[in-house]
């Protein structure tokens, strides 16, 4: 009878060794799984997020300086410059004809016109016509031509731009510029339609100067830049 008694407290000891194991080894398992987790959460969290938070900040940025880009253009060509196409050849050889170029607008209201520049007006004989040539005589000034060659007051003009298969040999004038017109000649001096035909320009008619040209492609550029290459 003492037998069975004497046992008990054998079968009672290891339920009370295995059950503080248990928790040891749970409580282990989940530390190493909560390391585990904590380092792959920081090792994610510092390889992809910054990274695409990064990109998408430079992606808006450019995205926001391009239209801020194509804005400015926009109001530079539509309130500043204005695109026209050249018809005909009395500009050659700086222009050729069908060729785009820009004029600008604004320019006259800031700086006087000047003798060499290339002026864009309305034709004085049909004002819904456009037509585009050189400033060789300023107001008040003495314009005439002596066998091809032009006298401004009595001395002779230098015109590189006029090559010498262009050149018109005739005489013209003299004639005086009145106040607040220009005497306009388009560079192909034998085939050009202008102030010795339909008298000087008055400065209201002259709405812009050409700068640049932009169409065919081989004549792209600054056309001032294209007169120095002439000179």
């Given amino acids: ?11 009672s000891k290891s339920p009370e060794t295995m059950a503080p194991a248990l928790p040891s080894v749970a409580t282990a398992g989940q530390t190493t799984a909560n390391l585990r987790t904590e380092r792959s959460d920081a090792t994610g969290g510092a390889e992809h997020p910054l990274p695409l938070h990064s990109l998408r900040n430079e992606i808006r940025v450019w995205t926001r300086d391009l239209l801020i880009a ?19 050849t009395s500009m050659a050889p700086l222009l050729s004809d069908q060729e785009r170029i820009f004029i600008n607008k604004f320019v006259y209201r ?3 016109i000047q003798r060499g520049d290339v002026v864009v007006f309305w034709y004085p004989l049909d004002h819904s016509k456009s037509f585009i040539k050189r400033v060789v005589g300023l107001p008040g000034e003495s314009v005439e ?10 001395k002779v003009v230098r015109e590189p731009y006029v090559p010498p298969q262009y050149e018109d040999l005739s005489d013209f004038g003299p004639v005086r510029v009145p106040p607040d017109n220009y005497f306009v000649m388009g560079d192909h ?43």
Avoid at 70 to 88: H, R, S
Avoid at 213 to 223: M, N
């Fill in 1 to 11: 009878m003492e037998r069975p008694d004497e046992k008990q407290p054998a079968a």
């Fill in 70 to 88: 194509i804005g400015l253009a926009l109001v530079i060509i539509v309130f500043l410059y204005q695109p026209v196409k050249v018809e005909g």
């Fill in 110 to 112: 800031f700086e006087p």
């Fill in 145 to 154: 031509i002596r066998q091809g060659a032009v006298y401004v007051d009595g």
């Fill in 189 to 231: 001096r034998i085939s050009s339609n202008d102030s010795r035909v339909f008298g000087p320009v008055a400065s209201r008619f002259i709405y812009g100067r050409a700068v640049f040209a932009y169409w065919p492609v081989d004549h792209f550029g600054s056309l001032s830049t294209m007169e120095a290459d002439t000179k």
